[in-house]
């Protein structure tokens, strides 16, 4: 976030696309991604009491997460968004810091499903769950599928893509004639960074010519470069860090497959985006991802939790990569741009103002 042009705790303007709207920054965050001693919601929570929000300003209410939910809202409408299905942080391999408080969790949950008017949720398991357990609350519950911004994500013609793998080569310093695996995400254990490094050690022995490059940045970096080193994968592996969505484009549009380690997922955006720019995939079995993978057609899955599998999965994917790149991949992500998915979200937030209105009529 640019702090001068958008200072905490004060009102700015800020243009999205041909739009603007008005902006409210809380808090900053750590770029690092490294996770605080105090849990970032709690740091926001704090600072949101401290600086409150004139809530009269906004029609509808919306959250990404329970915890903002559970001293706001008031008479307004609330739509919270969901982006994981959570009984996760009742399995050992979640981060999530609720895993240590789940019955906590689950008492705050109920409360803030009832305040609630829409619950939107990325896994489909998750409204199946929430509607069981919840039966009087049924119908507030929604699947809701993830997007990706196609003026951003597109695919290019070859002599483009050639030309961009010229240019960034030299930038990243990786041969051009390399098998380039993109992966995005943070270092972290939801993503298992350390399983992609034992795979593709694994993978290697038979195409010693793979190259991987992780976008993002996070609290296993240091990890993940013992993993590297140990691996002998110093001149296979490069740590991009964090990069701006063009950057990311970029470097999805030159590569040959998009990777990716995750023990859990809801349904990831990076995965789609990589996509649109008409990668071929390889993923473990996590979250939504077989609403977008066709092992044989556009890619590979694989079962969570297991390098050899993965391995096997790479290398299987760099053999088709020719027959899996392009129309397959471009044309699953065609179905997820905003203009495709979010017409109900919108009708919703339409429905509900409308509905705000005449009650105070």
């Given at each position: 976030?640019?702090?001068?042009?958008?200072?905490?705790?004060?009102?700015?303007?800020?243009?999205?696309?041909?739009?603007?709207?008005?902006?409210?920054?809380?808090?900053?965050?750590?770029?690092?991604?490294?996770?605080?001693?105090?849990?970032?919601?709690?740091?926001?929570?704090?600072?949101?009491?401290?600086?409150?929000?004139?809530?009269?300003?906004?029609?509808?209410?919306?959250?990404?997460?329970?915890?903002?939910?559970?001293?706001?809202?008031?008479?307004?409408?609330?739509?919270?968004?969901?982006?994981?299905?959570?009984?996760?942080?009742?399995?050992?391999?979640?981060?999530?810091?609720?895993?240590?408080?789940?019955?906590?969790?689950?008492?705050?949950?109920?409360?803030?499903?009832?305040?609630?008017?829409?619950?939107?949720?990325?896994?489909?398991?998750?409204?199946?769950?929430?509607?069981?357990?919840?039966?009087?609350?049924?119908?507030?519950?929604k699947f809701q599928s993830t997007w990706m911004d196609p003026e951003i994500f597109y695919p290019v013609e070859e002599f483009e893509?050639?030309?961009?793998?010229?240019?960034?080569?030299?930038?990243?310093?990786?041969?051009?004639?390399?098998?380039?695996?993109?992966?995005?995400?943070?270092?972290?254990?939801?993503?298992?960074?350390?399983?992609?490094?034992?795979?593709?050690?694994?993978?290697?022995?038979?195409?010693?010519?793979?190259?991987?490059?992780?976008?993002?940045?996070?609290?296993?970096?240091?990890?993940?470069?013992?993993?590297?080193?140990?691996?002998?994968?110093?001149?296979?592996?490069?740590?991009?860090?964090?990069?701006?969505?063009?950057?990311?484009?970029?470097?999805?549009?030159?590569?040959?497959?998009?990777?990716?380690?995750?023990?859990?997922?809801?349904?990831?955006?990076?995965?789609?985006?990589?996509?649109?720019?008409?990668?071929?995939?390889?993923?473990?079995?996590?979250?939504?991802?077989?609403?977008?993978?066709?092992?044989?057609?556009?890619?590979?899955?694989?079962?969570?939790?297991?390098?050899?599998?993965?391995?096997?999965?790479?290398?299987?994917?760099?053999?088709?990569?020719?027959?899996?790149?392009?129309?397959?991949?471009?044309?699953?992500?065609?179905?997820?741009?905003?203009?495709?998915?979010?017409?109900?979200?919108?009708?919703?937030?339409?429905?509900?103002?409308?509905?705000?209105?005449?009650?105070?009529?």
């Amino acid at each position: 976030m640019d702090v001068g042009a958008r200072p905490l705790h004060r009102w700015t303007e800020c243009q999205l696309g041909d739009r603007s709207c008005e902006f409210f920054p809380v808090m900053r965050m750590d770029e690092t991604g490294r996770q605080p001693r105090v849990p970032a919601t709690l740091s926001y929570e704090l600072s949101a009491l401290l600086h409150p929000l004139d809530l009269k300003r906004c029609d509808i209410l919306e959250s990404h997460r329970i915890e903002h939910l559970l001293i706001r809202g008031g008479n307004k409408p609330v739509n919270l968004f969901l982006h994981q299905n959570m009984a996760v942080i009742r399995q050992d391999a979640a981060d999530i810091r609720w895993r240590y408080f789940p019955g906590f969790y689950k008492r705050l949950e109920k409360r803030v499903l009832k305040k609630a008017s829409s619950v939107y949720c990325v896994r489909e398991e998750a409204v199946t769950r929430y509607k069981t357990e919840n039966p009087s609350l049924s119908d507030k519950f929604k699947f809701q599928s993830t997007w990706m911004d196609p003026e951003i994500f597109y695919p290019v013609e070859e002599f483009e893509r050639i030309a961009l793998r010229e240019r960034l080569g030299g930038e990243l310093g990786i041969p051009a004639d390399k098998k380039w695996l993109v992966a995005v995400g943070r270092l972290d254990y939801q993503k298992a960074p350390l399983l992609m490094v034992r795979a593709l050690a694994k993978a290697i022995s038979s195409r010693p010519d793979v190259h991987l490059i992780w976008i993002g940045e996070g609290v296993l970096r240091d990890n993940m470069l013992k993993e590297i080193s140990a691996s002998g994968l110093v001149d296979n592996v490069t740590l991009a860090g964090l990069l701006d969505p063009e950057q990311v484009a970029d470097i999805n549009r030159a590569a040959d497959i998009f990777v990716m380690s995750s023990a859990y997922e809801g349904m990831p955006i990076a995965l789609i985006e990589a996509m649109a720019c008409g990668l071929p995939v390889v993923t473990t079995d996590v979250g939504e991802v077989r609403r977008l993978v066709s092992s044989g057609i556009n890619g590979e899955i694989c079962p969570a939790d297991d390098a050899g599998e993965l391995a096997l999965a790479l290398i299987r994917c760099i053999d088709s990569c020719q027959q899996y790149r392009g129309g397959a991949s471009i044309e699953t992500a065609s179905r997820y741009t905003p203009k495709c998915v979010l017409g109900p979200v919108y009708a919703n937030y339409r429905r509900l103002v409308s509905q705000e209105k005449a009650s105070d009529r």
